[in-house]
């Protein structure tokens, strides 16, 4: 009886303590290997843009991977390589949204949260094409996350951003990261954002009521090709537009964020080339005096 006892008790403490009598927890993020995420949300923004929640799961008690995926997710921007497993290619996506709920469920012994993207369907973008074609509850691999740009508490005096169109994504993730940072009260942002009509803003509603409540931190521009307009400019970003965004930088303490279309890029940046590294910078920017050390390109 005693062995018995002192099994029963063993267990029990295995129970409270570890994962080890707990089925395997899937879902995980891993930046290490290419893992399979449910669909559980698909919800369109704009006739060619949607929202995909993606659900992602915890164990219990942290253990190596969730440290390794803690540790990159502080260290700044981040992103997700999506493959297509029906061509075997990917593409890297930066997610707007990331939760994970504290909340443990007692038979699977993990929480779950979930992950968003936006995606923008192009007739010739084979993975946003198969993004688009996903339904809910099909599932999508993913391997991440991956650090895209290093960035700190209080690393910068003034963030300069520049998105067109889905290059909103890795702006929303870093206004949301400073803005809910008490150690990063004192860092400015401000957003010159592109798109084509005014229908065609998204996340305006959330961006709208962030710079309103974080008035003395956050400034939000819209720009837009055509008309009507009532919030935006209807213009381009050319290079009087750009000067009087960036009115005000200073060299060493201020950066300025680039992410768009290409030929957004190649007007005011330059396009970043494929593979590593930033390219030189080009276009708007250049001709105002801009270094590669004042400028980065998602």
């Known amino acids: 009886m005693e062995a018995i006892g002192a099994t029963m008790a063993f267990l029990y ?11 395997e927890v899937k879902e995980r993020l891993n930046p290490e290997k290419y893992t399979p995420f449910t669909l559980t949300e698909k919800e369109s923004l704009t006739p060619d843009t ?3 929640r993606f659900r992602v799961n915890r164990p219990r008690f942290d253990d190596e991977l969730e440290k390794l995926v803690d540790g990159i997710i502080a260290q700044g921007a981040w992103a997700m390589d999506i493959k297509d497993h029906m061509v075997q290619t990917y593409r890297t996506y930066t997610p707007v949204g990331f ?10 012994g993990s929480r779950e949260g979930y992950l968003e993207f936006v995606v ?21 691999e993913m391997r991440g996350p991956m650090l895209v740009w290093p960035y700190h508490s209080a690393k910068y005096r003034h963030l300069y951003m520049i998105a067109g169109g889905t290059g909103v994504a890795p702006m929303y993730q870093l206004i949301d990261r400073i803005l809910n940072d008490p150690d990063d009260s004192g860092t400015r942002i401000s957003l ?9 803003i998204i996340y305006r509603g959330l961006l709208d009521k962030l710079a309103q409540t974080h008035g003395d931190q956050l400034s939000v521009t819209y720009l837009v090709d055509r008309g009507p307009a009532t919030v935006a400019r209807v213009a381009i970003p050319d290079m009087d537009t750009v000067r009087v965004f960036t009115e005000g930088f200073e060299r060493g303490k201020d950066v300025v964020l680039m992410c768009g279309p290409d030929a957004m890029l190649a007007a005011i940046s330059g396009v970043k080339p494929v593979g590593a590294g930033q390219g ?6 250049r001709e105002l005096g801009f270094t590669p050390a004042d400028v980065f390109k998602f």
């Open 99 to 108: 939760f994970m709920s504290d909340v443990v469920d007692e038979e699977s």
């Open 13 to 23: 403490y295995l129970h409270l303590h570890t994962d080890l009598l707990k089925p």
């Open 280 to 285: 030189p910078v080009q276009g708007v920017l």
């Open 192 to 200: 010159l954002y592109g798109s084509q009509t005014e229908p065609d």
């Open 120 to 140: 923008k369907r192009y007739p010739r973008g084979s993975l946003s094409r198969f993004l688009h074609d996903t339904r809910v509850g099909d599932q999508v």
């Open 50 to 52: 949607v929202r995909f």
